[in-house]
């Protein structure tokens, strides 16, 4: 037997003998050490001899993870609608590609997130070779402090007309440093020419950090999972349309699958 199946027996084995000495306490008849060595030892050799009601458990355990996950993505397209104002028509969200464009890219992200840094150069070259497209960035730094102060200079950025310039140089250097820190952030926030003064009083505004927030409750609204988060819809989209109307993909997209994704909006 594989080490690896070797220590999920045991480990349930483990978890199995715990719960009955829990009962056990419980209800007033606690086991001494032996017998809590016999009871470990019956079921530690009965996975052994039994490896496949393991497999059968952790079968059944997946499904039960991708049955939730397939509801929550069900539930997250069919309600996306009501949510169309603060997904599609946010004014002070960061946007790039064409302002008035038909067909709207809305994607939540992390600049620490590894599937976020592969997706960047798939959203330039949309941007390059689509002109009918805008892509809305919502930032949701999930991932720690650098994450979040990242989010927070990208804003600053964005209030100084050179959200592009610092977004894409910054997903650049993530694919090749990281983790990221404050001083490489700070660095990139230089590089293409932010004023450090007004991104300093950014750090500290309030007006960012309720930016910030309000990303964090529409994630929460939406149930969304993690990041990359992609919606996509006309650009004209109101709250009153169908949940067709608006396409939701979790995760990574390759370039063929995003525009088949447009490609269906579109029509």
């Known amino acids: 037997m594989k080490s690896g199946k070797l220590m999920t027996c045991v480990a349930i084995a483990a ?5 009955v000495t829990s009962y056990a306490t419980a209800s007033g008849n606690a086991f001494n050490s032996a017998e809590k060595q016999q009871i ?7 996975l052994l001899k039994n490896p496949d009601v393991v497999v059968q458990s952790l079968q059944l355990f997946q499904e039960k993870q991708m049955n939730q996950a397939r509801e929550t993505i069900q539930k997250t397209q069919t309600n996306s609608p009501k949510f169309a104002n603060a997904l599609f028509h946010e004014g002070k969200d960061p946007m790039a590609g064409n302002a008035n464009g038909k067909i709207t890219v809305v994607e939540f992200f992390d600049y620490q997130c590894s599937h976020c840094i592969d997706m960047a150069p798939i959203l330039q ?4 070779n689509n002109p009918n497209v805008k892509i809305v960035f919502k930032e949701f730094p999930i991932r720690g402090p650098i994450s979040d102060y990242a989010a927070k200079v990208a804003l600053a950025a964005n209030e100084q007309g050179k959200y592009a310039a610092f977004h894409d140089a910054l997903m650049l250097l993530a694919a090749k440093q990281q983790p990221l820190t404050q001083d490489a952030v700070l660095g990139v926030a230089k590089n293409v020419g932010l004023d450090m003064d007004k991104v300093k009083a950014a750090l500290a505004s309030d007006a960012i950090k ?3 927030k309000a990303n964090y409750k529409l994630a929460q609204d939406l149930q969304l999972m993690g990041t990359p988060a992609f919606f996509v819809a006309k650009s004209d ?4 349309a169908p949940s067709s109307a608006i396409i939701f993909v979790p995760g990574q997209l390759t370039k063929d699958q995003l525009e088949q994704v447009i490609n269906k909006v579109s029509q």
């Open 40 to 46: 470990e030892t019956v079921v530690h050799d009965y």
């Open 15 to 19: 978890i199995a003998a715990m719960n």
């Open 210 to 212: 309720q930016q910030l």
């Open 125 to 128: 070259d949309l941007i390059k």
């Open 237 to 240: 989209v109101t709250p009153n």
